[in-house]
């Protein structure tokens, strides 16, 4: 994506003390896939109107209306995530950026139909594929939650850039350091 300034938005610019924020809810590409691969066996655990409402995920899977408002905004960096999910996103941001992140789970935005589904595969949502969500890194978080809520898009801020190299994410009184994503759990089903 281009910034006003015609420079790049890469993956590689956040900067300690920046606010990273995620568009849409993660897991979505991974719960439309199973929905639409294991349809028969969900039907088999939940209502057809459920597994229909996750098969329809497939219309988040763009991410160029957030880039359109996040470049218009003061971002300095962006991120689709993909394979390994939000908790590789994460660690492949900081590391281009060679920055810490601390992320809260609790404020990673995630819908109802992705847990259920992960639950039934007995998956973790956050290693899930992830399309159509965008990791953002700027100066001024709940003002771009702002304009891509006025633009129809939902989004959180879920933590932060810090010093040094830890990627963390903190889920009340426990702390997962992250790495680099490994094999995504969609290849486990």
Known sequence: AKAKKGSLISTAGARAGMDIVVSKWVGIEGTMIFAKEKEAELKEHFPADFVDTAIGFDRYLSVVPEAAVATQSSVAAMHDVTEGGVFGALWELGEASGVGITAHLDKIPIKQETIEVCEVFKINPYMLI???SMMIGCEKGNLLVEKLEEAGINA???GRATEG???IVVSRDETR???PAGSDELYKI
């Open 130 to 132: 992830s399309s159509g």
């Open 165 to 167: 190299n830890d990627r």
């Open 156 to 158: 959180a801020v879920i």
């Open 177 to 179: 350091y992250i790495g």
